[in-house]
């Protein structure tokens, strides 16, 4: 296919022929039925609750670092790994469906979640069910690069939602720590003995 010369990433093309826009463009390109099944019904069940507890344009940031992550460790292992059987590119949104996956299952750990509407499970248990599932292809089929575009997909998901990663919230303390370092105890002026009210200053 000639598009998927031009759109679709792997080692070769974006850190050997430096087609770096690659990294943007190859999740919008999926060649298997299957795969594009499975991505539909994933976003069709998950999607929705993550767009709603976050917004649109905190989701669509998400979305992309997912997105890109995957691309980028997939297509470096498989460049890095050249003697493996795996070197087809990283297309899809596989990443960012099993991102959201483990989204998912931090933000809404105990909730009730009918799997194909006839499963009923927690978000945590689908968490774990769909990953497990995910690492058996991957061994069974060798896909690493594949497999690892996932995998750090997931993990930077889980980063980003288990509420450890706040860096808004260390520049906020770290410009506290900048103001108090400027700040100094004074006491009372009109106080000789120095035992009257102190201030900041």
Same mark, same amino acid.
């Given at each position: 296919?000639?598009?998927?010369?031009?759109?679709?990433?792997?080692?070769?093309?974006?850190?050997?022929?430096?087609?770096?826009?690659?990294?943007?463009?190859?999740?919008?390109?999926?060649?298997?039925?299957?795969?594009?099944?499975?991505?539909?019904?994933?976003?069709?069940?998950?999607?929705?609750?993550?767009?709603?507890?976050?917004?649109? !344009?905190?989701?669509?940031?998400?979305?992309?670092?997912?997105?890109?992550?995957?691309?980028?460790?997939?297509?470096?292992?498989?460049?890095?790994?050249?003697?493996?059987?795996?070197a087809?590119?990283?297309?899809?949104?596989?990443?960012?469906?099993?991102?959201?996956?483990?989204?998912?299952?931090?933000?809404?750990?105990?909730?009730?979640?009918q799997?194909?509407?006839?499963?009923?499970?927690?978000?945590?248990?689908?968490?774990?069910?769909?990953?497990?599932?995910?690492?058996?292809?991957?061994v069974?089929?060798?896909?690493?690069?594949?497999?690892?575009?996932?995998?750090?997909?997931?993990?930077?998901?889980?980063?980003?939602?288990?509420?450890?990663?706040?860096?808004?919230?260390?520049?906020?303390?770290?410009?506290? !720590?900048?103001?108090?370092?400027?700040?100094?105890?004074?006491?009372?002026?009109?106080?000789?003995?120095?035992?009257?009210?102190?201030?900041?200053?």
């Amino acid at each position: 296919m000639e598009i998927a010369k031009v759109v679709a990433a792997t080692g070769q093309s974006v850190w050997l022929d430096f087609k770096i826009w690659q990294l943007v463009t190859s999740p919008f390109l999926e060649v298997e039925f299957v795969a594009l099944i499975f991505q539909g019904f994933m976003l069709w069940m998950f999607i929705p609750a993550l767009e709603r507890w976050w917004g649109f !344009k905190r989701f669509l940031k998400f979305a992309a670092l997912a997105s890109v992550i995957g691309v980028v460790v997939g297509t470096l292992v498989i460049v890095m790994l050249p003697s493996m059987p795996d070197a087809s590119p990283i297309t899809g949104l596989d990443p960012l469906i099993y991102a959201s996956i483990v989204a998912y299952g931090t933000l809404f750990a105990n909730q009730q979640v009918q799997f194909f509407g006839v499963l009923p499970i927690t978000g945590k248990q689908l968490t774990i069910g769909i990953s497990g599932f995910m690492l058996l292809f991957v061994v069974i089929g060798q896909s690493w690069g594949e497999g690892a575009a996932n995998v750090s997909a997931m993990l930077a998901a889980w980063i980003m939602t288990n509420g450890k990663w706040t860096p808004k919230l260390w520049l906020l303390k770290r410009k506290q !720590k900048r103001i108090r370092a400027h700040l100094k105890v004074v006491s009372d002026k009109d106080d000789p003995a120095g035992k009257g009210p102190t201030y900041l200053n």
